[in-house]
């Protein structure tokens, strides 16, 4: 019973590696669903290391840096083709 849980649980892993493996090609190549997904992701991300407290706290930081990244203006402007430029890093 419980090798089945294992074996599922690193199945969702795979997956969730793969759908973010997509979600990063598509911030490379400056897909505005990338932008969404990443949002979803890091939500997801952040309601997680709530529930996983105080082991989540670093987790919470990185997810809550990166929604704050990902709805900054420039950034917005670039997914959607608005801006020529390459997005200034996050410093």
């Known amino acids: 019973f419980y090798g089945a849980i ?3 649980i690193g199945l969702l ?18 897909k505005g ?9 890091a939500a997801i991300g952040l309601v997680e290391g709530i529930t996983t407290l ?6 919470i930081a990185i997810d809550g840096v990166i929604i704050y ?5 420039h950034i917005i402007d670039w997914f959607a ?3 020529a430029e390459t997005p200034p890093p996050l410093a």
């Open 13 to 30: 892993m795979v997956l969730l590696g793969v759908v973010e493996f997509v979600v990063a090609w598509g911030y490379l190549t400056q």
């Open 6 to 8: 294992g074996e599922i």
């Open 81 to 83: 083709g608005r801006s």
């Open 69 to 73: 990244y990902l709805t900054r203006p």
């Open 33 to 41: 669903w990338a932008r969404w997904a990443g949002l979803i992701l």
């Open 54 to 59: 105080p082991t989540g706290a670093l987790s």
